[in-house]
């Protein structure tokens, strides 16, 4: 890191500045030049400090103690000299940024709170009665972290590999923020009376000889083990939600929010509240607390516990189940396709909760859905890579619940109503994919053949507006499947149905797929092509040589001997033969 030493003085020429309070005792600088300024306004009681890009060094020694001092923008500050007796100042800092150096304030502080690209968090307090810190310090690496001996320290991590932190015998108040950190250990003769710990994403074991007046942890997922002891502890989205936390100490009072506690554990807690799990039982007692999967989980879930979970769901476990509804209803959008297959893998543990599960379908349909309002039909807004297998998965979620699921019936019948061409394409693949369960591609098939039917009679989604999807891009799915099941009804509506929508050529190859399998309209439709002229005001295509090639095609497929009498209409050869 290219910054000067913390240890020694900025050795820059200093420029006086005396700003003119307002009636309220605050001023405002902006636009700073100097690398080193020395503020001299004995009766400043506020200073806002803005977009001071060379500032390294801030003197407020000519100031009154207990200044309210606000910074933004201001790179490379390096170094803060406060006045001198309490109260403290009180400093909020915007980085705006990650960090790229260190800093040092010296004097009293009272409060300093820090925000920038990925954090916003502030030191913790130590106590109402208790006297302001004696100096603080920013730091990013170890060397100038052991080295401390300011009773403030913030640490920033970074992706780094990770280090262990023994915290320096002067300091009574931590802030750790970011990755970076396996390990926070403190020894008996330490001042520490509170430490924040927040994005730890590294740490694993926190060792605290000496009480706290609070210790707070957030975000720390691979968190072990907590040994410490004091007034107040609260653990939020810590630990793995199957192995939990090793929490061993005594704590008047303590939060524990979406966090397991390992069962051989007996922390003492005098009043404990417990979000989203069990309670303990006997307070004052040594007991265990395991709220293993709480039911009102809503924090992320890493994508290494989803299997465990998924697992311990199909064997019949109730709250890991909960727990993954819960997670999906709340997954970003990149994440929608992951979270309805997890729904659907929920479907095959014992006694599935059908309408549970289809409730959460539900919230995901409104929270991405492709129209202004919330509806729970097929619009979903999806990036176009993960559309089409969300929405087979989808049709699949909603085959395994319809009959089970009251409110299925309203999907049940805008299918049936105002079928979508890319629904109808997906219906065929999934009722065609020998992997699909038989009863769900007997339902595909079922609500293919009626979606179609209504198709071909003209009951089509509506055709413009942000839903709008286009024409079928390919309808190669439905034609096969329509072929295997020798259904020539569906063969009927979908020439129908495709006259309208499918464009000349596509239309043409599915004639002769048709037409090969003796579907007599086919053939015919596939000879009219064929014998018409290009004057006839049809539009055969953008060129000559195209429309040429096109009847062409068609005449081929109308003369073609057929292949099977698949589709073929058993009345009419009998006809013909008699």
């Not at 993960?386 to 699921?405: N, W, Y």
């Amino acid at each position: 890191m290219a910054c000067l030493s913390l240890t020694r003085e900025i050795q820059h020429e200093r420029r006086a500045v005396q700003p003119e309070p307002d009636r309220n005792g605050g001023a405002r600088l902006t636009d700073l030049g100097e690398r080193s300024v020395r503020i001299e306004a004995a009766s400043l009681h506020a200073l806002d400090l803005l977009d001071a890009p060379r500032l390294e060094h801030l003197d407020l020694t000519g100031c009154r103690p207990g200044l309210f001092l606000a910074l933004a923008r201001c790179p490379h500050l390096q170094r803060i000299d406060l006045p001198a007796g309490e109260p403290g100042a009180v400093i909020h800092w915007d980085q705006h940024g990650v960090i790229d150096n260190e800093a040092v304030i010296y004097g009293a502080v009272e409060h300093l709170d820090l925000c920038g690209r990925g954090y916003a968090f502030g030191l913790p307090s130590t106590g109402a009665a208790a006297r302001s810190w004696q100096g603080a310090r920013i730091c990013t690496t170890p060397a100038n972290w052991f080295a401390a001996t300011e009773q403030a320290l913030i640490w920033l991590g970074s992706e780094c590999t990770p280090v262990k932190l023994k915290i320096p015998q002067p300091a009574r108040s931590i802030a750790i923020h970011g990755p970076g950190v396996e390990a926070v250990e403190a020894r008996e003769d330490a001042a520490l009376e509170a430490i924040d710990l927040h994005q730890a994403l590294d740490l694993r074991q926190i060792t605290l000889a000496s009480p706290l007046y609070g210790l707070a942890i957030e975000r720390a997922e691979r968190l072990e083990r907590v040994l410490a002891s004091g007034e107040a502890l609260q653990l939020k989205y810590c630990g793995d939600l199957l192995s939990g936390v090793l929490l061993e100490g005594t704590w008047s009072h303590a939060l524990l929010a979406d966090t397991t506690i390992r069962d051989d554990t007996a922390p003492v807690l005098e009043q404990v509240v417990v979000r989203g799990g069990e309670r303990p039982i006997g307070q004052g007692q040594a007991r265990h607390v395991h709220p293993w999967l709480p039911e009102n989980r809503r924090a992320p879930l890493l994508a290494s516990e989803i299997p465990l979970l998924l697992e311990a769901a199909q064997a019949g476990e109730r709250r890991a189940s909960t727990a993954l509804i819960r997670w999906a209803e709340a997954v970003p959008r990149r994440n929608v396709l992951f979270a309805l297959q997890t729904l659907y893998s929920l479907l095959e543990r014992p006694d599935p909760p059908f309408e549970r599960i289809w409730q959460a379908r539900q919230t995901l349909a409104r929270r991405f859905s492709g129209s202004q309002r919330p509806r729970p039909e097929w619009g979903w807004n999806l990036p176009e890579d993960l559309i089409e297998e969300a929405l087979r998965m989808d049709l699949r979620l909603f085959a395994r619940c319809r009959g089970q699921v009251t409110a299925t019936m309203r999907l049940d019948v805008h299918l049936r109503n105002a079928p979508r061409s890319q629904v109808l394409r997906i219906l065929a693949a999934i009722a065609a994919d020998r992997g699909v369960p038989t009863a769900e591609r007997g339902v595909a098939l079922d609500l293919l053949r009626e979606a179609l039917a209504v198709a071909a009679r003209g009951f089509i989604a509506r055709p413009r507006g942000a839903e709008y999807q286009g024409p079928p891009s390919d309808l190669g799915p439905l034609v096969r499947v329509i072929i295997e099941q020798a259904d020539r009804s569906m063969a009927d509506d979908l020439l129908t149905w495709g006259e309208r929508v499918v464009t000349l050529s596509k239309r043409v190859r599915y004639l002769g797929e048709f037409a090969a399998h003796g579907h007599a309209p086919s053939r015919a439709a596939a000879l009219a092509i064929g014998l018409q002229c290009p004057s006839s005001g049809q539009n055969l295509g953008r060129g000559a040589e195209q429309a040429q090639a096109i009847r062409q095609q068609a005449m081929a497929a109308a003369l073609t001997p057929p292949r099977s009498d698949r589709l073929a209409d058993p009345n009419a050869n009998q006809e013909a033969r008699s």
